[in-house]
T-cell receptor, first 117, second 112 residues
Framework: DAGVTQSPTHLIKTRGQQVTLRCSPISGHKSVSWYQQVLGQGPQFIFQYYEKEERGRGNFPDRFSARQFPNYSSELNVNALLLGDSALYLC????????????????FGEGSRLTVL | AQKITQTQPGMFVQEKEAVTLDCTYDTSDQSYGLFWYKQPSSGEMIFLIYQGSYDEQNATEGRYSLNFQKARKSANLVISASQLGDSAMYFCADDDGNKLVFGAGTILRVKS
């Protein structure tokens, strides 16, 4: 079975541009979460979607937005890119709705590595 | 708010020896869960082990075990019989409702 897939794997943008990152969850998983991992730090929560509804949002500016489609895939959009947005963006999927994580139920993709010049 | 502290930026261990990676947590919740993930250079976060706050026994998964000391608020990961493939970043995390809160991580290097 395919795991969580993310695209693109690497991309380079310039300040002020916009970027869209895509995520396909494991088949049957209805929840998708997004995390930002800046170099040298642990991942930080951005969004969670479950059944196409936003269930949680981290401490990120409104330049960050996301959505989940009927097939449960998801897109993360970042507008007006800043140098500080350079990071690995990780997508994770799970069967469980918000607040019901337990052992082994959250699966991550390999991430999209964004460089902003 | 939950907070995870990993005080070891980097660790070295000789192949076939055991190593302990430290993690302390700060939460006011009565019920919580603690996770350890491995992140190789590919970037993927690989789940290793989970400990629920009400679990009476320390969690074990193959060569991984979790030394859970609730009173000290620590959840250290023990890797036995280290292998070269264990070289990676290791993150401790706490569940906070609908998200995980991660520590800063520890880089582990296994020497042959």
């Amino acid at each position: 079975d395919a795991g969580v897939t993310q695209s693109p794997t690497h991309l380079i943008k310039t300040r002020g541009q916009q970027v869209t990152l895509r995520c396909s969850p494991i088949s049957g998983h209805k929840s998708v979460s997004w995390y930002q991992q800046v170099l040298g730090q642990g991942p930080q929560f951005i969004f969670q979607y479950y059944e196409k509804e936003e269930r949680g949002r981290g401490n990120f500016p409104d330049r960050f937005s996301a959505r989940q489609f009927p097939n449960y895939s998801s897109e993360l959009n970042v507008n007006a890119l800043l140098l500080g947005d350079s990071a690995l963006y990780l997508c994770a999927s799970s069967l469980a709705p918000a607040g019901a994580f337990s052992a082994g139920e959250l699966f991550f993709g390999e991430g999209s590595r964004l460089t902003v010049l | 708010a939950q907070k995870i502290t990993q005080t070891q930026p980097g660790m070295f261990v000789q192949e076939k020896e055991a190593v302990t990676l430290d993690c302390t947590y700060d939460t006011s919740d009565q019920s919580y869960g603690l996770f350890w993930y491995k992140q190789p250079s590919s970037g993927e976060m690989i789940f290793l082990i989970y400990q629920g706050s009400y679990d009476e026994q320390n969690a074990t998964e193959g060569r991984y075990s979790l030394n859970f000391q609730k009173a000290r608020k620590s959840a250290n990961l023990v890797i036995s019989a280290s292998q070269l493939g264990d070289s990676a970043m290791y993150f401790c995390a706490d569940d906070d409702g609908n998200k995980l809160v991660f520590g800063a991580g520890t880089i582990l290097r296994v020497k042959s």
